[in-house]
Every structure is written in structure tokens, then in C-alpha cells.
């Protein structure tokens, strides 16, 4: 809901009341799971493992970050933050070098615009998708989330060889729309 420009879809769910065997078990959330596609992230197809490699600019690429780094296709950039691909590369490694050295170059920029290097940011916008993750982290912002901090199920993703873009959101589980006494920040 935050603009056309930011995140472009989301995950759709229902409440869902569960009875089993005529007892109540408890109220769920049932909802749809992240993944490319022309009706969730319509973003270009995921490589195919059973088809040859044509080129990086061909794929779609979803990545997770999670420091459960649990995904068979990973990598952790220089400052430690895990990134998972939630569907196969190639097994030349040209996808996930690819993506992973956009995603470092992203972060170094970052860190030089930090430390007063004039054009970082300008670089690392180049790269990084701005309203995405301005949206993505107002939505945790306001659901007083921490996700954002461990990294837990923050996904991102490229399309082609397009920007870094934050979204879609997911999960929720960690500490979300939590009282002030849970220690959501030190000044709750």
C-alpha cells in the first residue's frame, strides 16, 4: 500500500479458525509463499537447473536474507550479512557471482558514502532500488519488527541485470507489533 514505486506485490493470506476432531486448535494465518511468478514476483523466470546457461541478464533472482543461512546456494557479504538464493544457480557459479558481486559492490558503496566518500551513495543507488527499501523498512518500522536485525526472512530481489529491490515483505514472527515492555528498543 505504500506505492506503486516501492514494494510491487505481496504476500495475499486468510485467518483461518482450525478445528481438529471437533477441537479447537487455534487461529492461523494461511497465506500464499513467496516465489517467482506471473502471479506473486513477476519478475523474469529463475534459472532452470535442466536448462544451459545463457546469460545473467535472462533470470530472475530472489534472495533471503536469513542468518539461519540454511539454502544450498549462499553467500555472506564482507560486513556479514547472509544472503540465501531461493532457487538454483548455475553450476558454473556465474549466477551467484554475479548476484554477489552486485550485492558487495552495493554494500562497499554504502560504506564509503558512510565514511564521507562524496559519491558512495550515488553508487550505490545506481545499484540498490531506493523507494523498495525505503517502503520495506517503514513497514517494519511501523509493525515494530525486528527482522531487520538478525536478519531474519528480509527478501530481496533483481530482475535481470536490474536494481537490487527490497520485497516482497514476509513473516512477521520475530518480534512484530509488540507491547512497549518487550524490549522492542532501548528507549521502548
Known amino acids: ?14 485467518f483461518v479458525e482450525v478445528v481438529y476432531n471437533g477441537v479447537h486448535v487455534g487461529n492461523y ?7 517467482i511468478d506471473e502471479n506473486r514476483l513477476n519478475i523474469k523466470d529463475p534459472y532452470d537447473k535442466d536448462d544451459a546457461f545463457t546469460s545473467t541478464s535472462d533470470y530472475g533472482y530472489l534472495l533471503e536474507a536469513d542468518d539461519n543461512f ?7 557479504t564482507k560486513h556479514h550479512l547472509p544472503f540465501m538464493f531461493k532457487d538454483d544457480c548455475d553450476s558454473e557459479g556465474k ?15 554504502l560504506y564509503k558514502g558512510y565514511k564521507g566518500t562524496a559519491s558512495g551513495f550515488t553508487d550505490a543507488y ?7 527499501v525505503v517502503d520495506q523498512l517503514l513497514i ?6 525486528t527482522e531487520f536485525r538478525h536478519p531474519k ?5 533483481i530482475d535481470g541485470n536490474g536494481k537490487l529491490k527490497a520485497g516482497p515483505v ?7 507489533f509488540s507491547t512497549l515492555d518487550s524490549g522492542y528498543t532501548e528507549e521502548s
Not at 540454511?70 to 555472506?76: A, C, I, V
Not at 545506481?126 to 523498495?132: A, E, I, Q, T
Request: aromatic share 14%; glycine share 6%; with cysteine.
Open 1 to 14: 500500500k505504500l506505492g506503486e514505486d516501492g514494494i510491487p506485490w505481496n504476500v495475499d493470506g486468510r
Open 29 to 35: 494465518y494461511l497465506c500464499e509463499q513467496i516465489k
Open 70 to 76: 540454511n539454502e544450498t546456494y549462499k553467500f555472506m
Open 95 to 109: 549466477i551467484k557471482s554475479y548476484v554477489s558481486q552486485k550485492v558487495q559492490g552495493i554494500e562497499d558503496n
Open 126 to 132: 545506481n545499484d540498490l532500488d531506493l523507494p523498495s
Open 140 to 145: 517494519h518500522e511501523m509493525t515494530m519488527s
Open 153 to 157: 526472512s528480509v527478501y530481496m530481489y
Open 170 to 176: 514476509w513473516d512477521f514472527d520475530w518480534v512484530a
